[in-house]
């Protein structure tokens, strides 16, 4: 199994305090030690940066916690391997293009014995469930829409494709195409939105702390999405099994 | 205009020597300030790293010098922007997956009046000329061959392809699927293979050389690709107009 982070905001904001916290989970606080990936939307853009190596001591890792990308759209992974190997090609966020924009997946849970038919333009690269279950999506929703649709459409139809992989098994994700971010759950999945008047968050698997209020105006708003809560002193609303939730600007759709 | 940087070895190499020269073409000892990129492989997996900084001085240049991934396969790029925003969406190489494999690409050069009829399930995301081809490219192979063809193959269908993006103008690329990397020239091209019994090499844009028979094993063989050569006391052979060469396990095929 892996966790999963994602963050979503109406203005650009770095992920450098939640991201120091989750990648704890990476060998450290928790044996997610199989690989991490983080992808950041900037624009259309986006740059992904995915490692074979522990989130704790990665290199590259350390530089993604040190180097504050400002990003709307972000979706971080770490990976405990059960299907397929420790490999690059393995490590999620996956990412594929699609009407002209990049999406971006990542996906907690095992899925039994799922082999969808990809009989068009989106195939696996590695030797995962996830990134089957990633092109089986991309397959689907192009085939369900000519060009890039409205928000509220998209999540329509999403919220028919999830259950169809979700009978598989675990299918706890997170996707999003720079617009919106897409988070479904089936079993562990829970967000906050922090906004204006913003307080101290303290990190449940670090001694670090900050004070929202110091680094952001009173219209930034922010959800942060996670497999377990990441900070102590803060409520996070947990999804119900089967929920599907889109987040635009930082807020719930 | 751009410059254009590619690695193909034998054994998982690391490209910081290269790399160092070139980068200070981004803005110190070149002109070519306008964001950058590089793409290494890992077995099928791709590892992508793009920046609207200049190289030269951009934080992610500096660890990517200082980091030294192990790749027979690298593609790299540094911009000066003529189509086409500083945007991240339009640094180059651009990364596309294709019969569940990834393609790397990158091109300098300009296309004049350029619109191909993309039809298929490849979009350019951000506004240049090169992504355009690189669409066009990717959409044309998936219509030539039903599944990933041999390296032969592909390189006969790419050599009847090249020519009908060049006639829009300069049409310089690198492109790679991991296997081989794909190189075209219509005006500025060189490269170099580097192999037993290897030398002392002396970069041309920074005071920096390296014994290579310190680093090397005698079977090791390392093909380098670049706009123009990198080394000032090395032969460096130069594409000629319309030459589309195929480099395998560091050596012209």
Known sequence: MCQLLGMNCNTPTDVTFSFAGFAQRGGRTDHHADGWGIAFFEGAGVRQFVDVEPACSSRLADFVRNYPIQSRNVISHIRKATYGKVMLENCHPFVRELWGRYWVFAHNGDLHGYAPRLHAGFHP????DSEQAFCWLMQELAKSHASLPPIDELTLTLRELAPRIARFGTFNF???NGEALW????????????????NTAQLADEDLSVDFQQVTTATDRVAVIATTPLTRNETWIPFESGELKVFVDGAVR
């Open 125 to 128: 690269v590695g030797g995962t």
């Open 174 to 176: 997170l996707l999003s």
């Open 183 to 198: 988070a479904h759950a089936t079993t562990k999945l829970c967000y906050i939105v922090r906004q204006h008047p913003f």
